[in-house]
Structures are given as C-alpha cells and as structure tokens.
C-alpha cells in the first residue's frame, strides 16, 4: 500500500500561484498513475487533473484546463501541482491520490490511496 503526504499548501492573493507537491512511500510509485482532486467548502470532493504513470499524458478538468499543471517526478517519488492565476472558487483542500491504472482517469472509483490533503486559500 503506497502512502502519501501532501505539502505546500496556504494562503494566497487571488492571481497568486502555488505549487503543491506529493511525496509517496512504499508501494511501487513508478507504475501507477497519480490524480489529484480538491474539495471546496461545503461541496463534494472533485477532480482536477491526473497523469501517465511515465508521465507521458495528463487529463485536466474543464475548470482548470490552461491554468493547473501536473507533473511528476519518478526519481523523487513525487507528484507536482502548479496552479496559477488562483481565484476565490479555488479555495479547497487538495488531495493527491494513486491508481492501480497507467493512464490517467478522472474516476476516484480508480484510485486506491490517498493523501491527508493541505489546505489552499485564494483571498481578494
């Protein structure tokens, strides 16, 4: 069972950036596919961008399509975030999260494990 921690959360202006990192321990995080999702206060827990076990292709939300970016890091056995031109609707708590598939999906029914999250708050 892989475990993770997310990191790099806080508080920021609305146009700010952030960059949020996952670090993951035992499993085998090279083969398996990495998402992350957020949950807005008071709403559901929702997806937000995911990526190829290689790294080689990312799949995104429509509302953070050209803003968020995925990444990865194999050797460090780290997942990467960067989110940019920050609004007030991106106020959440991030989680990171593995897949047992190699391609991306936005289906949290896929993902096995998961982060504790780290807060995200945009202000005006």
Known sequence: QVQLVE?????VQAGGSLRLS????GGTFSNIAMG?????PGKEREFVAAIHWSGYSTTYADSVKGQFTISRD?????????????KLEDT????????RRIY?????????????GTQVTVSS
Do not use: E, H, I
Request: net charge positive.
């Open 7 to 11: 990191s790099g959360g806080g508080l």
């Open 22 to 25: 996952c670090t993951a321990s």
């Open 36 to 40: 992350w999702f957020r949950q807005p």
């Open 74 to 86: 194999n050797a460090k056995s780290t997942a990467y975030l960067r989110m940019n031109s920050l």
């Open 92 to 99: 959440a708590v991030y989680y990171c999260a593995t897949s």
């Open 104 to 116: 991306p999906t936005a289906r949290p029914a896929d993902y096995t494990s998961w982060g504790q």
